[in-house]
């Protein structure tokens, strides 16, 4: 049986001098609220605030980073307790669940899994030993009592983890009715809506013109064209505002965002409600709502991120049996420079937009990214995330971006995360990170200390709380 330690110093710089100065500079941003600018957290858990189910509900099932690594040595979805959209025979007993999650952690070594959940066993739940075969029934025990108390119902956990604003992501047809709940209720968390079209915008995708026809019935906007559909997305935008929104999210393969002339736009609409548009024409189409995308946050002030360089549902077999984000997201090298292009010159300086650029392809920081954040007002870098959300690959976005991007053009870590209770340690996590590097500015004479501590500062929360604010 291993302990369950957290070393305090984990993250830092092992170099003693760089690590004394990380320790100083870690310490002044440890305890600063979370700013949670970009996730997937339901609203409704915490529009209910019912106990969580049980562990393996909790810190498993919903977490794809858990379950792809398991799912690479064999095991199945099904057994992971991941629902299928056939209501298909899957495992429902949480505890057998649990098990094959303890059995199989050796696999996350070397993960920012396992510094996550570390720190939410170790922090969070008070388990003091490794989980294994011969512990896992043990810890689900000892996380079923801590789940049962009310200090671990979800508002509850959201106001210990120091929360200072959880944005959801949520469908343009969704009524928000969840975050009424939440703007009603006498609980003074702040959770805010964001705007993802993805699903109106793929104009190929199986179920799009049913949706279409669904966001029609939701906005009261006739959507038999072209016109018709670009009002109905406003009005939904305008609903979003209204539930408190600050930024919309596109999560494209492409980062093309060359705009059709409206007559081309208009005929591959109406393609597609036809049920007979080509890839081609369904990819232009998907470039060209990029960009006016870009044009009504103009508008409206809603700030724009962009996410693009992912293969969704790679294993097509696996999406169609489970549904969205199971099928397994795999990267894909992306043109930055041409692809923003024809958005940055229309809106890149434009007082009203903002626009947050992410990649999960490296080679792209120093060529492309930092280059364009630093030049044009509009655009700011977007910190790493799904599959590069980890303490290296955090290390080499700050080596490659900030001699040409500087700080500043920054917007702040955003932790993308499902799994509710991995939030403080994700944010953690990034504030290790930057502090070291902060620390070897400041030992090799680059930064003084006080201008480091004040970045650190900025990073954690000045930067995010800026880059979010809607520009209207």
Same mark, same amino acid.
């Given at each position: ?52 189910? !049980? ?56 993960? +920012? ?44 956990? *959201? ?28 609980? $003074? ?41 670009? !009002? ?23 980062? $093309? ?33 990029? *960009? ?38 795999? +990267? ?38 930092? +280059? ?11 910190v790493p995330w799904w599959f590069l959300d980890s303490p290296l690959a955090m290390r080499r976005f700050r080596e490659a971006t900030t001699e040409t991007a500087g700080f500043y053009n920054g917007a702040g870590f955003v ?8 939030? +403080? ?8 990170? !930057? ?38």
């Amino acid at each position: 049986m291993r302990p369950l330690v957290l070393d305090d110093d984990r993250i830092l710089p092992a170099d003693p001098a760089t690590r004394a100065v990380a320790r100083q500079i870690y310490a002044s941003v440890r305890g600063l609220p979370i700013v949670s600018m970009h996730g997937h957290v339901d609203a409704g858990v915490l529009a209910r605030d019912e106990p969580f189910s !049980d562990p393996a509900h909790l810190l498993v099932v919903p977490d794809h980073y858990v379950t792809r690594m398991l799912v690479s040595q064999g095991a199945r979805l099904e057994d992971l307790g991941v629902p299928r959209l056939d209501g298909g025979p899957v495992e429902t007993d949480p505890r057998a669940v649990w098990r094959r999650f303890c059995a199989g952690w050796p696999l996350f070594r070397g993960t +920012p899994s396992r510094l996550w959940l570390e720190q939410e066993l170790h922090d969070v739940f008070g388990v003091r030993v490794a989980p294994s075969p011969e512990t896992a029934d043990d810890i689900f025990d000892a996380i079923t009592d801590c789940l049962a108390r009310p200090e671990f119902r979800p508002r509850a956990l *959201f106001d210990s983890f120091g929360i200072e604003v959880l944005a959801t992501t949520d469908s343009p047809l969704s009524s928000l009715a969840d975050h009424e709940a939440i703007a009603a209720s006498s609980w $003074g968390g702040t959770v805010v809506p964001t705007f993802r079209p993805d699903a109106l915008v793929h104009v190929a995708r199986t179920g799009w013109q049913r949706d279409v026809e669904a966001l029609a019935e939701v906005s009261g906007v006739d959507t038999s064209t072209y016109s018709g559909f670009l !009002d109905a997305l406003r009005q939904r935008r305008e609903h979003f505002v209204r539930h408190g929104a600050l930024s919309t999210d596109h999560g494209h393969e492409s980062a $093309g965002t060359t705009p059709l002339d409206p007559a081309d736009a208009g005929r591959i609409y109406a393609a597609a409600l036809a049920g007979r548009v080509d890839e081609s024409d369904a990819r232009a189409f998907a470039g060209t709502m990029l *960009f006016e995308m870009a044009r009504m946050s103009s508008e409206d002030g809603l700030v724009m991120q962009v996410h693009p360089g992912v293969l969704r549902d790679h294993d097509s077999a696996v999406h169609d049996l489970f549904g969205p984000d199971q099928g397994f997201d795999i +990267p894909v090298g992306v043109d930055f420079v041409h692809g923003l292009r024809p958005m940055l010159e229309a809106f890149g300086r434009h007082p009203g937009f903002r626009c947050v650029v992410f990649t999960i392809d490296e080679t792209t920081y120093s060529r492309e990214l930092a +280059p364009l954040a630093g030049v044009y007002p509009a655009m700011r870098l977007g910190v790493p995330w799904w599959f590069l959300d980890s303490p290296l690959a955090m290390r080499r976005f700050r080596e490659a971006t900030t001699e040409t991007a500087g700080f500043y053009n920054g917007a702040g870590f955003v932790d993308d995360t499902r799994a509710f209770a991995s939030i +403080p340690a994700r944010h953690d996590m990034a504030r290790r990170v !930057d502090s070291g590097f902060l620390a070897g500015l400041v030992t090799g004479g680059l930064l003084p200390l006080d201008e480091a501590l004040e970045t650190a500062t900025d990073l954690t929360v000045t930067l995010p709380r800026l880059a979010y604010r809607r520009r209207g």
